[in-house]
């Protein structure tokens, strides 16, 4: 067993206790942040006449090696070592000797953990970042394809307003935008390095941790020794990010499963992006889009597990923030996959443009532009909303839509009525008509289109 703090202890860690403690079997996919700060944190040493230049020079350079055999395949991270800082360590000692016994110098593996998690979580806010604009390029391109493809809006899941496809995407592009905003300042916010505050009382070597926190991509060092190596409120607003994005990909996907059904019709999914079933040769199931959902619980259960951790730790670093890790992995592997599939998803699925026209024209969608012509004819509101509706009730005994009454049938409820009825109540018109901020309408759309591709082309 490969350990770094064998000197106090007379007996072996029992074998049991000692698995349970370690964290190798997690922690080895910090490997390259692990060497990163530490051949920052020697190039220091060095500059402060801690180390030589000579041992610097070895200590990097096996550093550099053992960065490149990990990656080539070459030496393997094994459950020997407690951790994977004792397995640099170990692996730098067996090749270059006594040097590689200074590295440690001036550093605990409090902040040395604590830098290595803060790189990673950095480096993995960027990778999902990434992911949310190849999203929203494709949501953008779906925008400017469908300006004119009229569909139902809805309220308590009934239909409401006649919108467009359009307009529709144009909302989830919103809440998308807003979760790379939450990206972007908790990136900013993270980004001061712990390396030097020692186990939590910082250190007597004089280290200059503005120096390795430059090296290192850094803003500056971060500011309380205790606070350093005990703060993973980075790792918590992260997981709530993420928390976020799950929630919008999983609204998303809840609308998919719906317009896929054969009650609606809205969209068909490609072959790529959809199973079988074992039983019915007639099914096609959106299983993407319902892993997608299901799989938002795992990643809010990450955030949970790491709020009821960190919730009653007196300062400084106790053991329980090593469960920092595997949830966090495992939320950020599930957030990246869930982003990549739905983007294929959406980016080969085929609109039904006619048939959800169709729909928007059977839900009384223009009722409330019915409304608003008879307001123009000088018919007060309220009155005007108590006629449409028993123009709503007279089609449903019909079973018809508001735009297939004939001119009589019109003015048998309002004698204002005439037959421009027909243009104001028409599906074009109800949405185009629209042009407010933020409204479906054409004009108000392709300002909306342009602010979308100036804020993509600008990030």
Not at 85 to 109: P, Q, W
Not at 331 to 354: N, P
């Given at each position: 067993m490969a350990q770094l703090w064998g000197g106090r202890f007379t007996k072996e860690t029992d074998r049991l206790a000692y698995q349970f403690n370690a964290s190798i079997t997690f922690d080895r996919r910090l490997y390259r942040y692990d060497i990163q700060g530490s051949i920052a944190h020697a190039n220091m040493l060095a500059r402060q006449k801690v180390l030589t230049d000579e041992e610097r020079d070895k200590i990097v350079g096996g550093l550099i090696e053992i960065l490149k055999d990990v990656e080539l395949g070459n030496l393997e991270i094994t459950d020997e070592y407690e951790d994977i800082?004792?397995?640099?360590?170990?692996?730098?000692?067996?090749?270059?000797?006594?040097?590689?016994?200074?590295?440690?110098?001036?550093?605990?593996?409090?902040d040395q953990v604590a830098l290595d998690m803060r790189l990673y979580v950095r480096d993995e806010v960027d990778a999902v970042d990434d992911e949310l604009r190849e999203l929203l390029t494709e949501i953008?391109?779906?925008?400017?394809?469908?300006?004119?493809?009229?569909?139902?809006?809805?309220?308590?899941?009934?239909?409401?307003?006649?919108?467009?496809?359009?307009?529709?995407?144009?909302?989830?592009?919103?809440?998308?935008?807003?979760?790379?905003?939450?990206?972007?300042?908790?990136?900013?916010?993270?980004?001061?390095?712990?390396?030097?505050?020692?186990?939590?009382?910082?250190?007597?070597?004089?280290?200059?941790?503005?120096?390795?926190?430059?090296?290192?991509?850094?803003?500056?060092?971060?500011?309380n020794s205790m606070d350093s190596v005990s703060d993973r409120d980075y790792v918590i607003e992260f997981l709530s990010a993420l928390s976020m994005i799950m929630m919008?990909?999983?609204?998303?996907?809840?609308?998919?499963?719906?317009?896929?059904?054969?009650?609606?019709?809205?969209?068909?999914?490609?072959?790529?992006y959809s199973t079988g079933i074992s039983i019915m040769p007639q099914k096609k199931n959106p299983d993407i889009?319902?892993?997608?959902?299901?799989?938002?619980?795992?990643?809010?259960?990450?955030?949970?597990?790491?709020?009821?951790?960190?919730?009653?730790?007196?300062?400084?670093?106790?053991?329980?923030?090593?469960?920092?890790?595997?949830?966090?992995?495992?939320?950020?592997?599930?957030?990246?996959?869930?982003?990549?599939?739905?983007?294929?998803?959406?980016?080969?699925?085929?609109?039904?443009?006619?048939?959800?026209e169709q729909s928007a024209k059977n839900g009384f969608t223009n009722a409330t532009d019915a409304a608003d012509y008879l307001v123009e004819k000088g018919v007060p509101f309220r009155d005007a909303h108590g006629i449409v509706g028993r123009m709503v009730l007279y089609c449903i005994d019909k079973k018809c839509a508001l735009d297939d009454l004939s001119l009589d049938e019109f003015r048998s409820f309002s004698p204002v009525i005439g037959d421009d009825i027909y243009d104001a109540i028409g599906m074009k018109n109800c949405v185009e008509r629209r042009n407010t901020t933020g409204a479906p309408g054409e004009k108000a759309m392709a300002d909306e289109i342009a602010e979308c591709r100036r804020y993509l082309g600008g990030h």
């Open positions: 800082h004792s397995f640099v360590e170990a692996n730098l000692i067996d090749r270059i000797g006594d040097a590689g016994k200074k590295l440690h110098t001036g550093r605990s593996r409090n953008l391109k779906i925008m400017e394809e469908n300006v004119h493809t009229y569909m139902p809006g809805f309220t308590h899941l009934q239909k409401a307003q006649p919108v467009t496809l359009s307009h529709h995407f144009g909302a989830y592009f919103e809440m998308f935008r807003r979760d790379r905003g939450r990206l972007s300042d908790l990136r900013r916010r993270m980004n001061f390095c712990p390396l030097g505050a020692g186990a939590l009382a910082g250190t007597t070597y004089p280290l200059d941790r503005r120096y390795t926190a430059d090296k290192l991509g850094f803003d500056g060092p971060t500011r919008h990909l999983s609204r998303f996907c809840e609308e998919i499963i719906t317009w896929n059904t054969n009650e609606y019709r809205f969209i068909e999914l490609d072959d790529a889009a319902e892993l997608v959902r299901g799989k938002t619980g795992r990643v809010y259960g990450a955030l949970v597990q790491m709020l009821t951790t960190m919730k009653g730790l007196p300062l400084a670093y106790n053991k329980d923030m090593q469960e920092d890790k595997e949830l966090t992995f495992d939320a950020i592997d599930t957030v990246k996959g869930c982003v990549r599939l739905f983007t294929g998803m959406i980016r080969t699925a085929k609109f039904r443009s006619d048939v959800m």
